[in-house]
């Protein structure tokens, strides 16, 4: 682990990512030593840390921090993260400040090889997501939510659980984006109140423009979702996954999906 640099591991407890959750961050894989999908990250990453005027560190330091992390492990799953720094009480930000950077590596999950070819169970999640349209599609530092949303099930055969948002809106999952496909269209939920609109999900909108399908990201409910030909999941640690299962909705075959997994599988694209 590094922070601001250096190898370590622990941060100042004045720290605002500590104290307020009051920063951002991503996660990603690292292939053969270097950061997959890298300038799509740094412009996520980028994006979000100015929502909050948060200075964000240049993508030189980080790249160069991340293949010395590459160096302990060369494929893993990296994280950054950028906190607005040390500061004293209150909920105020000061005028300026000087950002926290932590990044770190650890070996990737080894999931079921059938999860991405014959897709995945899903559990539909009691907890419903509040609408913040200033927060909305940024991966900032509060994941309460999410951390309350994965305590509900204990299933290990179900790796992930889907997540609506106060007005029964469809939104995502607690570590994925998600898509449906509905005759030619593929649908992913409107995220302008809500949720992380992550990297692989931009990769799959690019995909279908680049292949001439229709792409439209929109608000539905549970019931129209479970109607769908097929749905999946994406996330830049797992790729894409295939839904198998979820409250009544059951498929077997996938081929939409698999045509746009072995698409990302190409971190070119």
Same mark, same amino acid.
């Given at each position: 682990? +590094?922070?601001?640099?250096?190898?370590?591991?622990?941060?100042?407890?004045?720290? =605002?990512?500590?104290? !307020?959750?009051?920063?951002?961050?991503?996660?990603? =894989?690292?292939?053969?030593? @270097?950061?997959?999908?890298?300038?799509?990250?740094?412009?996520?990453?980028?994006?979000?840390?100015? #929502?909050?005027?948060?200075?964000?560190?240049?993508?030189?330091?980080?790249?160069?921090?991340?293949?010395?992390?590459?160096? *302990?492990?060369?494929?893993?799953?990296?994280?950054?993260?950028?906190?607005?720094?040390? #500061?004293?009480?209150? !909920?105020?930000?000061?005028?300026? #400040?000087?950002?926290? =950077?932590?990044? #770190?590596?650890?070996?990737? *999950?080894?999931?079921?090889?059938?999860?991405?070819?014959?897709?995945?169970?899903?559990?539909?999640?009691?907890?419903?997501?509040?609408?913040?349209?200033?927060?909305?599609?940024?991966?900032?530092?509060?994941?309460?939510?999410?951390?309350?949303?994965?305590?509900?099930?204990?299933?290990?055969?179900?790796?992930?659980? +889907?997540?609506?948002?106060?007005?029964? !809106?469809?939104?995502?999952?607690?570590?994925?984006?998600?898509?449906?496909?509905?005759?030619?269209?593929? !649908? *992913?939920?409107?995220?302008?109140?809500?949720?992380?609109?992550?990297?692989?999900?931009?990769?799959?909108?690019?995909?279908?423009?680049?292949?001439?399908?229709?792409?439209?990201?929109?608000?539905?409910? +549970?019931? %129209?979702?479970?109607?769908?030909?097929?749905?999946?999941?994406?996330?830049?640690?797992?790729?894409?996954?295939?839904?198998?299962? +979820?409250?009544?909705? @059951? @498929? *077997?075959?996938?081929?939409?999906?698999?045509?746009?997994?072995?698409?990302?599988?190409? %971190?070119?694209?």
């Amino acid at each position: 682990m +590094l922070i601001n640099g250096a190898p370590g591991n622990t941060i100042n407890a004045e720290d =605002r990512g500590l104290a !307020y959750g009051d920063g951002v961050f991503r996660t990603l =894989r690292m292939q053969a030593g @270097r950061p997959v999908c890298w300038e799509r990250q740094y412009a996520k990453l980028q994006r979000d840390c100015g #929502s909050l005027n948060i200075p964000c560190p240049s993508a030189l330091v980080l790249s160069s921090e991340l293949q010395q992390l590459g160096k *302990t492990l060369a494929d893993g799953v990296a994280k950054i993260i950028v906190t607005r720094g040390v #500061s004293s009480r209150g !909920y105020s930000p000061a005028a300026q #400040s000087e950002a926290t =950077r932590i990044l #770190s590596i650890a070996p990737a *999950t080894a999931y079921p090889a059938d999860y991405a070819r014959a897709g995945v169970r899903m559990h539909a999640c009691k907890i419903r997501l509040g609408h913040q349209l200033l927060l909305a599609g940024i991966k900032h530092l509060n994941r309460l939510e999410n951390v309350l949303a994965a305590s509900e099930w204990q299933d290990r055969d179900v790796p992930e659980g +889907l997540l609506c948002d106060v007005s029964g !809106y469809v939104i995502s999952g607690t570590r994925s984006n998600l898509f449906m496909l509905r005759g030619n269209i593929l !649908y *992913t939920p409107n995220l302008s109140r809500c949720g992380v609109a992550g990297v692989q999900r931009e990769r799959v909108m690019d995909w279908a423009k680049q292949h001439g399908v229709t792409c439209k990201a929109a608000d539905f409910h +549970l019931e %129209e979702l479970v109607q769908a030909d097929e749905i999946f999941l994406v996330n830049s640690v797992f790729g894409l996954w295939p839904v198998r299962e +979820l409250a009544g909705y @059951r @498929r *077997t075959q996938h081929p939409m999906a698999w045509k746009i997994q072995e698409w990302l599988n190409d %971190e070119r694209h």
